[in-house]
């Protein structure tokens, strides 16, 4: 499952890959970091405070050693990342300038993210969250084709937003050709290990939530600890499954390719999310199908001098239509959560929206399809 890598610059492509690994690699020593600095505050203050905090400063050198636990499953995939991209990017000797790169400034929030994401995808503690975001998709996708009606190796699913590819392997082990299409290189890296290397059930242990130091009843909720691969992620002989790095936008421009489009938690991830959706509707085959389940973020609406747009869920139905689809179901208020510690005394719930749209047998022009929807606007 090696990934594709598109543009021409590879070499800026590839200091960025480095840097990636640079920050990887400066997980434990920038965790520790902070840890060190609590500690100073906490010597600064009166010593009757400090006596009555021994027990916060005990909780700090626990922390240290979950953080140290997390640090040791860097090595291992870093040590495999360069295998990922066929060597195209990624040759083990880098020049002396490329020995240069620092890490990336929100780097330790995406390292931090992707232990959460472990959690979600790849842990038992994780197969609630699934259960909420993912089983709905899935039961969609074999009631679109049931094995007694097709001859599922040759239903070609995608999903893009993949992550750390869970879903994409859940819809592969059913029997379907499914492709993973993922943007993140911290989460492709991570996939890349877990998909290919993880030998075992339970192989590593991880401390997902090590680093919210707010809203924990006991310090043993920040110190929660899950195992994974919670299953080994080898799909059956006969599935096809595959993951793809790079932007959706511009790896997929093959016209009428997919029997099946499936976003989850993807599409508020566009800074345009007209694009998303004209570019599934171009990428499906005429009659194919898009589920999509989760909330509508988007990701790039506080981002200064970012040009994002974000739509209501009302409006997005009208350009659904627009485009070209058919909205044969849609359901609003599913209780999802993303990467929540559970124990915690905030917790996140969004009320998702799930839909299925069609893309119509027989397919308008964009010209006809405008000029239809004008002449029935107002009815």
Avoid at 61 to 67: M, V
Avoid at 70 to 79: D, G, L
Avoid at 116 to 130: I, Y
Avoid at 279 to 297: A, D, E, F, S, T
Wanted: overall charge negative.
């Amino acid at each position: 499952m090696h990934g594709q890598v598109n543009g021409d610059d590879t070499t800026e492509e590839r200091r960025y890959f480095l840097s990636v690994l640079t920050t990887f690699e400066s997980y434990r020593e920038q965790s520790l970091l902070r840890i060190a600095h609590k500690e100073k505050c906490l010597k600064s203050l009166p010593p009757h405070h400090q006596k009555w905090l021994t027990k916060y400063k005990e909780d700090l050198e626990l922390f240290r050693k979950c953080i140290n636990k997390n640090s040791e499953f860097i090595p291992v995939i870093v040590q495999h990342a360069y295998n990922i991209f066929d060597n195209l990017l990624c040759n083990d000797n880098p020049s002396h300038s490329e020995t240069q790169v620092g890490t990336l400034t929100e780097g330790l929030d995406k390292v931090q993210s992707v232990f959460k994401q472990l959690m979600r995808d790849w842990s038992a503690l994780g197969a609630a969250e699934r259960k909420q975001c993912y089983t709905p998709i899935i039961e969609e996708v074999e009631r679109q084709f049931p094995s007694d009606k097709y001859n599922r190796s040759e239903i070609n699913v995608l999903v893009p937003g993949a992550g750390l590819g869970r879903l994409a392997f859940e819809i592969a082990s059913r029997g379907y050709s499914c492709q993973g299409n993922e943007f993140n290189l911290f989460m492709l890296i991570v996939s890349f290990y877990v998909l290919n290397l993880c030998k075992n059930v339970d192989e590593f242990i991880i401390y997902p939530w090590i680093h919210q130091y707010c809203n924990n009843l006991s310090a043993e909720h920040q110190m929660t600890s899950v195992s994974f691969p919670d299953v080994r992620p080898m799909p059956t002989p006969e599935s096809k499954f595959s993951m793809t790095a790079g932007d959706f936008l511009e790896v997929y421009t093959e016209p009428n390719e997919w029997d099946c489009v499936a976003t989850c938690f993807f599409i508020d991830c566009a800074a345009n999310v007209v694009q998303f959706i004209e570019l599934i509707y171009h990428i499906l085959k005429p009659g194919g199908v898009w589920i999509n389940l989760g909330p509508l973020l988007y990701h790039y609406s506080d981002i200064k001098n970012e040009r994002s747009i974000e739509p209501s869920f009302q409006v997005l139905r009208g350009i659904i239509n627009k485009v070209g689809f058919t909205m044969e179901k849609s359901q609003t208020g599913l209780k999802t959560r993303y990467c929540q510690n559970p124990k915690s005394m905030l917790q996140y719930e969004y009320d998702s929206v799930f839909f299925l749209c069609r893309k119509n047998l027989e397919v308008l022009n964009n010209e006809d399809a405008v000029e239809s929807d004008t002449n029935t606007e107002g009815e």
